[in-house]
T-cell receptor
Framework: QKEVEQNSGPLSVPEGAIASLNCTYS??????FFWYRQYSGKSPELIMS????GDKEDGRFTAQLNKASQYVSLLIRDSQPSDSATYLC????????????FGTGTKLQVIP | GAVVSQHPSRVICKSGTSVKIECRSL??????MFWYRQFPKQSLMLMAT?????????EQGVEKDKFLINHASLTLSTLTVTSAHPEDSSFYIC????????????FGPGTRLTVL
């Protein structure tokens, strides 16, 4: 089992819809979780961090964490064509050095 | 805040030459910097972890003599690709963390290396 798993997509949603991106992880002791957005040809950009079970909202983005199920998701409300990108889930590795493991990413396409 | 720069953004070089890439944290002190490589349509691959004033820790399969990393200060890390070959052509990205508990990494804009 991979340490961090994401559906590679592409996930296609119409403009204005809610995009739901999912991520599962294998390390039960993980305490912090990150979502990055990566546009084609660009480097990743941190968009959300979440540390506690439940929901965390920031503008049109909501991160949801369920540690019991080892599941973290990202919801994008009112999706815009500019949201079209690859979304990477990142989970710190146990063992120190502040390394994180990145999922392979889900490609999101928002159709105008 | 949390701005990381990289230089150069793009480099084209001949096979056999060495290329140095700089990574700077502009508005914070980076206790740890990371170097990643990304091939087209693939995910990020961590190459090494760099802590200021100490030797870098390389991931399995990454040749430390080929990819030289120096973390001379809390705001600067460099990656030197020695004797570059066409298979080293890739997108190299650095990231930095301030060392806070939350381990958020902030990425530089990346360097696209093409080896002819």
């Amino acid at each position: 089992q991979k340490e961090v798993e994401q559906n590679s997509g592409p996930l296609s949603v119409p403009e204005g819809a809610i995009a739901s991106l999912n991520c599962t992880y294998s390390d039960r002791v993980s305490q912090s979780f990150f979502w990055y957005r990566q546009y084609s040809g660009k480097s990743p950009e941190l968009i959300m961090s979440i540390y506690s079970n439940g929901d965390k909202e920031d503008g049109r983005f909501t991160a949801q964490l369920n540690k019991a199920s080892q599941y973290v998701s990202l919801l994008i409300r009112d999706s815009q064509p500019s949201d079209s990108a690859t979304y990477l889930c990142a989970v710190p590795l146990s063992g120190g050095y502040q390394k994180v493991t990145f999922g392979t990413g889900t490609k999101l396409q928002v159709i105008p | 805040g949390a701005v990381v720069s990289q230089h150069p953004s793009r480099v084209i070089c001949k096979s056999g030459t060495s290329v140095k890439i700089e990574c700077r944290s502009l508005d914070f002190q980076a206790t740890t910097m990371f170097w990643y490589r990304q091939f087209p349509k693939q995910s990020l691959m961590l190459m090494a972890t760099s802590n200021e004033g100490s030797k870098a820790t390389y991931e399995q399969g990454v040749e430390k003599d080929k990819f030289l990393i120096n973390h001379a200060s809390l705001t600067l890390s460099t990656l030197t690709v020695t004797s570059a070959h066409p298979e080293d052509s890739s997108f190299y990205i650095c990231s930095a963390t301030s060392g806070r508990v939350l381990v958020e990494q902030f990425f530089g804009p990346g360097t696209r290396l093409t080896v002819l």
